[in-house]
């Protein structure tokens, strides 16, 4: 039965008290599904009615729902291991301890930090990611980058031929039906983001590397619509065989793979712990406001889509309210 009023409630406050213009929610358990859609899409230059079938800028949410789900695909068929150096694949990076498991549980220790960033091309920036050095942080800290995730969708560019968002749409999104689940989106149905340099930025990525990159970004660029994401959160809950997954894989991604005594991380997904049970919880935020949150133990989940960027991302409060909304939701999960 789907019983989580205090999670509700501190949702609907997020509209209620002006933290973000609109908000679309869903609450999962087994085959219960129960959504509701508040709020407005847009308060710049005016204000729109929100959609309950509008597009979201997933942002980071990219990283597992299209890059590590493609990498896990790969693992399957044994074309790579993630035990693999990342130097197998980007010969010009020149450091072999980093591995491919390193990029994916950000303890890679590979620096973030890019002089003028905003100013070079995307093959330039791509050039730059590969020649960042590698810090002594190295397996000793998870330090969350998005430059794991760009480097890690170049090596499944390399492997494969074609750029990683184009990979995962053929080989994770088209097969699973989720049509809605796109790299380009009709923007017409996008919810407005970030006010940049006067113009609303509306069915574009918003991070700036993933405009640089374009479709070889593997850490941003993903829209979706609640729909696809119930049907995807579905999958990883493992109500459903909807995801071109096996079974086993998605199961494993509900285990630590950080090294003991780091902050607990997947592959690709942050954990949080059942807080009577103890046991592992799959979850991953989006700059833009997007939460995705799956318990395969008591199938049950939480999706969380808002604009918090929208007109202005100085929205601190957001990322308070976020936290309290999943521990309300870890508290109520019964």
């Known amino acids: 039965m789907l019983n989580f009023p205090k999670t509700q409630l501190l949702i609907e406050s997020l509209v209620s008290e002006r933290i973000v213009p609109g908000v679309n929610y869903a609450l999962l358990k087994g085959d219960q599904v129960f959504a509701s859609t508040l709020g407005f899409a847009s308060i710049y230059p005016g204000k729109s009615q929100l959609s309950p079938f509008a597009y979201y800028d997933l942002a980071s949410c990219t990283k597992v729902l299209a890059t590590t789900a493609l990498a896990l695909q790969l693992k399957e068929a044994g074309a790579i291991s993630f035990e693999d150096p990342l130097s197998k694949y980007v010969p010009e990076f020149r450091d072999d301890r980093v591995q491919l498991k390193h990029l994916l549980t950000h303890t890679s220790g590979i620096r973030g930090w890019i002089e003028n960033r905003s100013a070079l091309s995307g093959p330039e920036l791509m050039k730059a990611i590969v020649n960042l050095p590698v810090t002594s942080e190295f397996n000793h800290v998870v330090r969350y980058a998005d430059t794991n995730f760009v480097l890690l969708g170049l090596v499944l ?168 909304i999943i521990q309300a939701f870890l508290a109520e999960n019964r």
């Open 157 to 324: 560019e390399r492997l494969l031929g074609q750029p990683v968002q184009d990979l995962a749409s053929q080989r994770i999104f088209a097969p699973a039906g989720l049509t809605e689940t796109t790299f380009a989106p009709p923007k017409d149905e996008c919810v407005p983001t970030e006010l940049v340099d006067g113009q609303v930025i509306q069915g574009i990525v918003h991070d700036p590397k993933g405009q640089q990159l374009g479709r070889r970004c593997g850490s941003a660029g993903l829209f979706s619509t609640m729909s696809d994401l119930v049907k995807i959160g579905r999958g990883y809950m493992g109500v459903s065989d909807l995801l071109p997954l096996k079974r086993e894989t998605i199961q494993d991604l509900y285990q630590v793979k950080t090294p003991r005594g780091l902050p607990a991380r997947s592959w690709g997904w942050n954990l949080v712990f059942d807080p009577k049970e103890n046991y592992p919880i799959i979850y991953h935020t989006g700059f833009t406001g997007t939460l995705i949150l799956f318990d395969q133990v008591k199938q049950s989940g939480l999706i969380l889509l808002t604009n918090r960027v929208h007109p202005s991302r100085h929205n601190q409060i957001f990322l308070t309210m976020r936290s309290r």
